[in-house]
């Protein structure tokens, strides 16, 4: 189970379900949505297995996704 942070705006489940897609299996995907719009920018990834996540962090955290680098 994954956190990330600093989301764009305007990110829905499946953008964020495909960007992490390119490093293994989505299990599950979900942008917690909040009447805070800053709060709103933070999700939660569920991959398929433990080397499939570390993958993820390791080329995603940091990553400019839409003009905002995302924290994994």
């Known amino acids: 189970n994954l956190y990330v942070l600093n989301l764009p705006l305007d990110a829905t489940t499946d953008q964020l379900a ?41 080329c995603l955290n940091g990553y400019v996704w839409n003009g905002y680098p995302i924290e994994v």
């Open 18 to 58: 495909s960007l992490f897609s390119s490093h293994g299996t989505v299990v599950h995907c979900v942008i917690l949505a909040m009447l805070d719009a800053q709060a709103r920018r933070r999700g939660f990834i569920d991959m398929s297995s433990p080397v499939e996540a570390k993958e993820a962090i390791e």
